[in-house]
């Protein structure tokens, strides 16, 4: 089938990729010609495991390619797929400025029937506002697909080519079995394509990352609990995980969520539910929540550490948001190391991935080491942020004797409290006497 992705950030790349991996003939289109560059070359400009190789392979075979020449790609497709950014507003509602943008453009470059694919997370009513616009700038046929994506950073390539389901909100017959058709080949394992209506299928995204947001703040708030009371947070969520009614996923108490989507969406929909004069406490309660779980995280390191913190440097390992990616977005180590900064505190960190990433936050307010260990080198205390598997098992006689102070404040729980104490580490973590 022949596709146009318009915009290659997170979403667009991972699905115009995708799906070329799937047979189909893709072009991505974006803006950022210096971005396209690289991505000619074969070069990801985000980390996300398998997927630099599949562009490599798919561009070798001809089946990949990118362009800031929008014209040309609608023409040439079938199904154009909208992927551009939808940013938070200042009033938290979704920004689809630039989602309103691509569809004018899409519209005076038709050249015969096209299905017009909502792939970026837009709130309940865009597909109509599309419609609106496309029917006001072209008199050829066309329909409007909400297709939401359901990826995990750290996982998207794994997620799109064996998805748990497809949703697929379409009001057209046709433009159904054209995107079920699309999808086919994704599906051999018998998970389903699921049919709705456009609304349904625009709701069903904001939704689930809203309900999942409610999860992580949830197991925080009994984490916390069980810190105060004395019980131990980790053999609380294995007996909950065990209820078939619950499950383990998203569970995992620490310092929060953050990413491109979570926050954002739980803000849209808390928008959504004040537009529409509707009741949004527990996902207010939920967005607090998260927010103050770093700030209870802090407030752990000033209590033992101290309150003014010049001369004190602190090691940070991991930066990113969650691990196997190098998104900072709403992370959790922004709003601990802003904290930290501001009472003085001298800085060092390593993350796998996301180095480049810090030094477009933190320029020289910071510093950067080259491997975790040189991270600790003298350090006063260390702070995990991010459970990176390369920092679950390392040698802690080496941690002990690099560190200035064996003083470990985990906000993933990553180890066994007993282990450490053993090695003369004192060792916080979260939800744990």
């Known amino acids: 089938m022949r596709i146009c992705v318009i915009g290659t950030g997170y979403v667009g790349l991972a699905a115009g990729t995708c799906l070329a991996e799937m047979g189909n003939d893709v072009i991505c289109v974006d803006k950022d010609t210096k971005k396209l560059a690289k991505l000619e070359k074969g070069i990801a400009p985000i980390y996300e495991p398998g997927l630099e190789e599949l562009i490599k392979v798919n561009i070798a075979e001809g089946r990949l390619s990118f362009t800031s020449n929008l014209d040309m790609a609608v023409k040439k497709s079938l199904v154009c797929f909208i992927a551009v950014g939808t940013p938070q507003g200042d009033d938290g509602s979704a920004d689809l400025s630039a989602v309103y943008e691509a569809v004018e453009s899409i519209a005076k470059s038709m050249n015969e029937y096209k299905v017009i694919v909502d792939k970026s997370t837009v709130p309940v009513g865009t597909a109509e506002k599309v419609t609106e616009i496309m029917k006001k700038n072209t008199n050829f046929e066309f329909d409007v697909v909400s297709n939401p994506e359901f990826l995990k950073q750290g996982a998207a390539v794994e997620d799109f080519l064996k998805p748990d389901r497809v949703v697929i909100g379409s009001n057209s017959k046709k433009a159904t079995e054209i995107m079920q058709d699309l999808y086919s080949p ?67 108490p620490g310092l929060g969520y953050g990413g491109s989507c979570f926050p954002k ?18 996902l207010e ?28 440097t602190i090691a940070i390992w991991g930066l990113a948001f969650k691990p196997k990616t190098n998104d900072m977005r709403e992370a959790p180590s922004v709003t601990i190391i802003e904290a930290l900064l501001a009472r003085g505190a001298k800085i060092v960190v390593f993350d796998p991935k996301a180095m480049e990433s810090a030094k477009e936050i933190f320029g020289k307010q910071i510093n950067y080491a080259e491997n975790a260990y040189g991270a600790i080198k003298e350090a006063d205390c260390l702070v995990i942020l991010t459970e990176w598997n390369e920092f679950r098992r390392p040698d802690f006689d080496k941690v002990n004797e690099l560190l200035k102070t064996p003083l470990i404040f985990d906000g993933r729980n990553l180890y066994d409290k007993k282990r450490l104490k053993a090695k003369g580490i004192e060792y916080f973590s979260v939800g744990k006497k």
Request: glycine share 8%.
């Open 186 to 252: 994704f599906l051999r394992t018998g998970n389903p394509v699921i049919i709705m209506d456009v609304k349904s299928a625009e709701m069903t995204k904001y939704a689930a990352n809203s309900f999942l947001a409610v999860k992580i703040s949830y197991a925080n708030q009994i984490a916390n609990i069980c810190e105060k009371v004395g019980a131990d947070v980790e053999m609380v969520r294995v007996g909950m995980c065990s209820d078939s009614r619950i499950g383990s996923k998203f569970l995992f």
């Open 285 to 312: 309660s939920a967005d607090e929540v998260n927010k103050e779980q770093r700030q209870i995280f802090i407030r752990k390191i000033i209590k033992r550490v101290g309150e003014d913190l010049k001369g004190k």
């Open 265 to 282: 969406d739980v803000k849209a929909m808390i928008n959504i539910a004040k537009e529409f004069g509707c009741g949004y406490n527990l």
